[in-house]
Nanobody
Framework: QVQLVESGGGLVQAGGSLRLSCVAS????????VGWLRQAPGKEREFVAR???????FYADSVKGRFTISRDSALNTAYLQMNSLKPEDTAVYYC????????????????WGQGTQVTVSP
C-alpha cells in the first residue's frame, strides 16, 4: 500500500519560511516523480512544484524563485522549501507521486498525501 505523509506545515508571518516534508512508503521512490500541489479555500487545487526521478525540477510561475523542491531517495523523502512566503500562499499543501511527472502538473497523479496546512499571516 502506497502512503505519502506530509509534515512541516504551520502558521508563519509574511516573508517567513517553512519546509515541508513528504515521506513515501510502499513504492520504489527513486522511480517516481514527486511533487506538491495546493488548494486554498474556495479555489481549485493547483500545481506548485515537481521533481522527476532524474532530479529535473519544474515550478509554477507563482512560486518560482521562492520555493525549492528537492528529494532524498535514500530517505524516501521529498521536500519543499518555501521562502518569502506571502498571504496568498495560504493553502493545504499536498504531496503527490506518479511515474509520469506530467500527471503531477495536470493534477492527476496516482498517489496523494493527506495534506498539510500552511497559513501565512499578513
Amino acid at each position: 500500500q502506497v502512503q505519502l505523509v506530509e509534515s512541516g506545515g504551520g502558521l508563519v508571518q509574511a516573508g517567513g519560511s517553512l519546509r515541508l516534508s513528504c515521506v513515501a512508503s510502499g513504492l520504489t521512490f527513486s522511480s517516481y516523480a514527486v511533487g506538491w500541489l495546493r488548494q486554498a479555500p474556495g479555489k481549485e487545487r493547483e500545481f506548485v512544484a515537481r521533481i522527476r526521478s532524474s532530479g529535473t525540477t519544474f515550478y509554477a510561475d507563482s512560486v518560482k524563485g521562492r520555493f525549492t523542491i528537492s528529494r532524498d531517495s535514500a530517505l524516501n523523502t521529498a521536500y519543499l522549501q518555501m521562502n518569502s512566503l506571502k498571504p496568498e500562499d495560504t493553502a493545504v499543501y499536498y504531496c503527490a507521486a506518479d511515474r509520469a511527472g506530467s500527471t503531477i502538473v495536470t493534477g492527476g497523479p496516482a498517489y496523494w498525501g493527506q495534506g498539510t496546512q500552511v497559513t501565512v499571516s499578513p
